[in-house]
């Protein structure tokens, strides 16, 4: 992707919070949202390097928080290969196998 097409993306979201260690971007998470009934959290990322340092939980819980306090209770996010028991530490559940959703990848 193009810078442009980055910037474009982001200035989607509902909202963004981002985490800085002297002028470094280390950590970033987004909510996209109806801004009534359904969220997704996308995007959590927090570098190797920081995490273990509750970056990552200041980011959930603060994205989180900002779902309930606008009454969203269909709050759904993405969670990264391995990353499960991290979410589950703040309440997320795994889908269940037969759970709804699908998805579908495009090739460039």
């Not at 949202?33 to 969220?39: F, P, R, T």
């Not at 959290?41 to 927090?46: D, G, P, R, W």
């Amino acid at each position: 992707m193009t810078a442009e097409e980055i910037y474009n993306c982001l200035s989607g979201s509902w909202y963004m919070v981002s985490a800085y260690d002297e002028g470094r971007l280390v950590g970033y998470g987004r909510i996209l949202s109806d801004g009534k009934m359904h969220a997704l959290i996308t995007e959590m990322i927090v570098l190797p390097g920081y995490q273990g340092r509750g970056i990552g939980e200041g980011i959930l819980k603060y994205l989180t928080g900002i779902c309930l306090d606008h009454h969203i209770r269909d709050i759904q996010l993405f969670a990264a290969k391995g990353k499960v028991d991290f979410y589950e530490k703040y309440g997320y559940s795994k889908r269940p196998g037969d759970g709804p959703g699908m998805e579908i990848k495009y090739k460039p």
